[in-house]
């Protein structure tokens, strides 16, 4: 998978842009608040219809403008595709694949895929569960079509229960939508913790093979998937796991209307992870800690890479600064194979390294 060319308009800080991209190695580099971080939001909005930045589609049009586009020309499975999103203001999004429409963002995960690194997942092993679960998510939206939609109905699901919790106590009769909205989370639940579950069994083999790889054989990464206590098997067909969400949801109904909250369901999933079996977020050193985000960030690519046969478009926001040369060195060796973009503050040795071109960013302006 490639991005030979993105084509962008009235995007962040970028009134237009025009480039044709390596198909190995990109680096991308320049000051602070130039527009580096916008072009990679750009590529990885075309390969799944979100952003990891903004809360809604208008944040990404450039201030003062009514629209947007973001236009890629791209390789995948021999054949190129054209992926087009146009952002508007005061209306719904218009997503496209050579032309045709695309009613969801899952249409153009099907494309291509991007695995996107910040130096904010360095602390994804120090940080709450709700930051674990954005990866699994991020990762599975990609990868699984059926993943993304299932994912936003629940999150529509529970949303909805969670008002009726909180209400019901002025308006009791909301409380008779109650079995509706559970049935809806017991099987959409189910489908989550289905493919949870398998990728973090993915996960877990391909990231304490880089983990002992990168600590020289002396560590062992584990990571080990966490949901309902009653869910028996996460691996288990969804019919199994949905029976074991009802019976978890069934004697939690009391707790649930006592606290107005939504107790039951994988909206309080977890990744576990550990090494040489001591709880990572707990016991481990700062370099223990990036070691294992690392290693999980690149067995992310891994898993796409063995679903789909062709690594995905993997995006480097500044990460490369915040590791020592031990750390850098590991990664880079690691990223052949697929194509990668890279940002930097200053033009340094990577092309040299990797083989590619070389991008300066300034003020919404490539060149």
Known sequence: MRIDRLELVSFRNYTTLAADFDGRC?????????????????????????????????????FGDEAASLTATVQARDREFRVRAELFRGRRRKLSVNGVAASSGAALSRV???VFFSPEDLMLIREGAAARRRFMDGALCQLRPRYAE??????????????????????????????????????????????????????????AAHHRECSGGREQL?????????????????????????????AHQAAERASRLCLS?????????????????????????RTAALAMKLAEREIYYHAAGEYPVLLLDDVLSELDPRRQEFVLNRIEGG?????????????????????????????
């Open 222 to 250: 584990d990571i080990c998937y966490q949901t309902v206590s009653t869910v028996t098997d996460p691996l288990a067909e969804p019919g199994q796991i949905a029976r074991q969400l009802q019976a978890h949801m069934d």
């Open 112 to 114: 291509y895929h991007t």
């Open 26 to 62: 990109n680096v991308i580099f320049g000051e602070n608040a130039q527009g580096k971080t916008n072009l990679l939001e750009a590529v990885y909005y075309l390969s799944c219809g979100k952003s990891l930045r903004a809360r809604n589609d208008r944040e990404m049009i450039r």
């Open 265 to 289: 369901g994988p909206h309080k999933d977890d990744l576990a992870v550990s090494i040489d079996g001591r709880e990572a977020r707990q016991y481990a050193s700062q370099g223990q800690t």
């Open 339 to 367: 194509q990668v973009f890279i940002t930097c503050c200053e033009d340094d040795r990577l092309p040299q390294m990797l083989g590619g071109n070389v991008f300066h960013v300034e003020q919404g302006t490539v060149r």
């Open 150 to 207: 299932a994912l936003a109905s629940y999150t529509r699901a529970y949303e909805h229960k969670t008002r009726i919790l909180r209400d019901a106590e002025d308006h009791p009769d909301l409380l008779n939508a109650l079995p509706e909205f559970n049935a809806q989370l017991v099987h959409l639940g189910a489908v989550l913790i289905h493919y949870r579950a398998q990728f973090a069994q993915a996960l877990s083999r391909y990231a």
